[in-house]
């Protein structure tokens, strides 16, 4: 019975001192990982281009940001043969902002629908194969009051 509790606690010194080992050996494997040594990487900015600076300086909000987007799109970019000029009446970030500039087209019998978009929601009067199409439906717009853009998509 004596050799029998010595076995047993000579296994359970044998266990216990493993796991210590395996602990003390791991922080240290694990430690030297812990603090990589400190490198700097130089990294180059480049300048702003003075288009965009003049841009930053003049423009102050998004929306005014992404006329001025669209608007230079509109000029670099042509419609593929799946593309469209669409014409936007608004893009709102929430659905109710859209809904309010729709009744107000619907008031004037204006043909409209709300799209859901990365942007938020667009309410779009009209998709033209030219941009002619589009530019008189814009301008038909902007006489009753709208600022409608014109968007390739």
């Known amino acids: 019975m004596l050799r029998g509790l010595l076995v047993f606690v000579l296994l359970i010194g044998v266990i216990v001192g493993s796991f210590w080992i395996s602990f003390e050996l791991g922080k240290r494997v694990l430690g030297s990982a812990g603090n990589p ?35 230079a799109h509109e000029k670099q970019v042509k419609p593929t043969r799946n593309q469209y000029y669409k014409v936007q009446a608004g893009v709102f970030k929430d659905k109710a902002g859209a809904e309010d500039l729709a009744s107000m087209l619907k008031e004037e019998g204006i043909d409209h629908f709300i799209r859901k978009t ?36």
Not at 43 to 59: D, F, T
Not at 129 to 152: D, H, M, V
């Open 37 to 71: 040594p400190a490198k700097i990487i130089p990294v180059k900015i480049p300048e702003v281009p003075p288009e965009i600076a003049g841009l930053q300086e003049s423009v102050s909000t998004a929306t005014t940001l992404k006329k001025v987007a669209a608007a």
């Open 118 to 153: 990365a942007a938020g929601w667009r309410v779009q009067v009209g998709a033209y194969k030219t941009r002619a199409q589009a530019e008189a439906r814009r301008t038909a717009l902007k006489q009753k009051g709208y600022n409608p853009s014109i968007i390739i998509e």
